[in-house]
């Protein structure tokens, strides 16, 4: 059987769509342990950015990423990267539980930083971040790709802010992802370190329920973890989900798993469903069930008008790219304010931290 | 526009598949609030049952029910039904909360009792219910139609039953209905005659979650209940969710509403996930969203093996009635054990009691 595709490998390439002159935005990559920071670098260079330099310390993750990246240099340390005044963002994807502090460093010498999800596991490190943040006025943004890096949920996020649908009361998504556990490396089976399955891709899930309801904060009435199947990987959450109570009144619900069987045709069948007062919008994000050989970016709508089914491949791209390139440069916030970065990673962190923990065996 | 259909107008006809002869199992309606009735009818006459008479006191449904079932003959009042020996089951569809009441009746005649959902609205109803089933050995069934008058719940059923997608641990379910006001009768909008969304449309979702874990018990762990969009009828619920770890550690959520836009080609896109260790199961029971004049009952399904839409309308059948009517004649339980048919509505109950009010107004 042909190497089958897990979530990690996810890296869209979008249209060019630069909105800066070359060399008025230069970045690095540093931390190149999940494969998001190949998205995270496209994305930007699409946008216009220049992409510099990269370091990682272990030479496989370094040579994967000299194939992909061929214009850019390979750096000795990652003290070269961060004493280059030249270098404005640094894009990172280290080890989940190591963000936090990688974004210390790269903010303390004075550039933005732009991490993969989930962009840190503990309280205790979201309080370090919003400190530094207050402190030297740089950015922590974060990748979480699951809605900036799909144009479903770009596309869904116009129609809500249209209002096709009326006040959203609710958002339900879900994020079954592959395991391919040959491929994953060992962190990625450690607790501390990727920091639970609710913290990990439930930070997606969180962000779009708070983007979609428009809500600035949020309760978790309840969380679930369990590994339900896979004891040969003990600290693996196999399974999550989580209930929440927006600071606007509507709903969120999000489940997210280990399970994709190896008979589907992409690594997940990720959806989202936003349920608004007067319709309601569900994303297939990356292929339409039970249709052979689909592709991603399937938006289908209900309201008062009409039922339709949009197919945005191709059509909508990533506007979050060149936005976060001009927040960089004119210090706004347009890509994703700190604010909205931050709380995702907050709920995420807590309903990780109060899951109920469900034992795989049946009672 | 044309008279927009409503959930209350769903009573599917299946094919003729009688379990018995003519005349071996006779039975009556009482009680016609509720268009169910309709498809408690028809599943019970497909079935082999005869449908002697039938009776309620406003003269409307009668005409109704007439019109429809023109063999029956109608009777002058409840008494004539109780008191006719040759009736063993009545089926009824009364306002919610005098189910258990109309129930408790037909049990104490010496007749099993098939109600439509949900089967009464208090735990205190439920007590009597449940004495009353001790004190008779009378049967009090349940019409939880979502699942068993719907061919892909059947389907996907058989296909958990199989095996094919390993151990459930977790089922999701969305009930949107079209509220369609000027089509309902008052006592609908009255919380004590409908008993709140969560105990009215939930309990077809608190049914399915414990069929498809398989489980015997439950813990609501959160529920929510909201008047988001609807103040002209002040005790309506228009939205209601809830999230459940089963005994057996699986875990289920639902949501509920009456959100349905008139744009939607039919009065509800109603859903059913089931993720199981080894695969996963859709069901798009009334439609395929986004494709055109869809009809109902497709199942898709990815496994270790393949991914798979059936498209099972017409194929599948409605075994329920069948059995229900071999379960009256000799007493067995393969149609739904009544503790199954009585932990759904106890659960539906408490989710509804203990739900968080949500306000409409945002925060």
Redesign the interface.
């Known amino acids: 059987m042909a190497k089958l595709i897990s979530g990690s490998d996810y890296a869209p390439k979008g249209k060019p769509n630069p909105v800066v002159k070359k060399g008025e935005f230069v970045f690095a990559a540093l931390g190149l342990y999940h494969g998001h920071i190949y998205g995270m670098c496209n994305g930007l260079i699409e946008a216009g950015g220049v992409l510099k330099t990269y370091y990682d310390s272990d030479p496989k993750y370094m040579e994967n990423f000299r194939r992909n990246f061929p214009d850019a240099r390979p750096a000795v340390s990652e003290n070269e990267i961060l004493n280059d005044k030249e270098i404005v963002l640094v894009a990172g994807a280290t080890m989940t539980n190591e963000r936090c502090a990688l974004g210390l460093r790269v903010m303390s010498a004075g550039k933005d930083y732009f991490t993969d999800k989930a962009p840190l596991t503990t309280l205790e490190q979201l309080a370090q971040a919003r400190e530094m943040v207050k402190k030297t006025s740089k950015k922590y943004a974060c990748y979480y790709s699951e809605r900036i890096h799909v144009e479903s949920a770009v596309f869904a996020g116009q129609l809500v802010e249209q209002g096709a649908i ?2 959203v ?2 958002v ?1 998504g ?1 994020g ?1 992802h592959r395991l391919s556990a040959p491929n994953r490396p060992g962190w990625f089976f450690i607790k501390k370190n990727y920091g639970g399955i609710l913290c990990d891709i439930g930070s997606h899930n969180m962000e779009q329920i708070l983007y979609y309801t428009g809500a600035k904060n949020g309760r978790v ?2 969380s ?1 973890i ?1 590994n ?2 896979h004891s040969q990987f003990p600290e693996l959450d196999d ?1 999550g ?1 989580a ?1 929440i ?1 927006l ?3 509507a ?1 969120g ?1 999000f ?1 997210v ?1 280990w ?7 992409t690594w997940g ?1 990720g959806r989202l ?1 936003i ?6 919008i ?1 994303q297939r994000k990356y292929m339409n ?4 050989g689909s592709s991603g970016g399937h938006v ?1 709508m ?8 949009f197919h945005v491949e191709g059509k909508v791209g990533f506007p979050f790219f060149g936005q976060l390139i001009l927040d960089c440069l004119n210090r706004t916030e347009n890509a994703m304010t700190q604010a909205h970065a931050f709380k995702a990673a907050e709920l995420s962190v807590i309903a990780q931290n109060n899951a ?1 923990v ?6």
């Open positions: 009326g006040r009361v609710q339900i879900f079954p009435v309840s679930h369990a339900y199947n399974f989900d209930h109570v600071d606007n009144n709903t619900y489940r798993d399970f994709t069987p190896d008979g589907l045709q069948d469903f349920l608004g007062t007067e319709g309601f569900e069930l039970g249709v052979k289908f209900a309201n008062g008008k009409e039922e339709t089914h109920t469900l034992e795989a065996t049946q009672k």
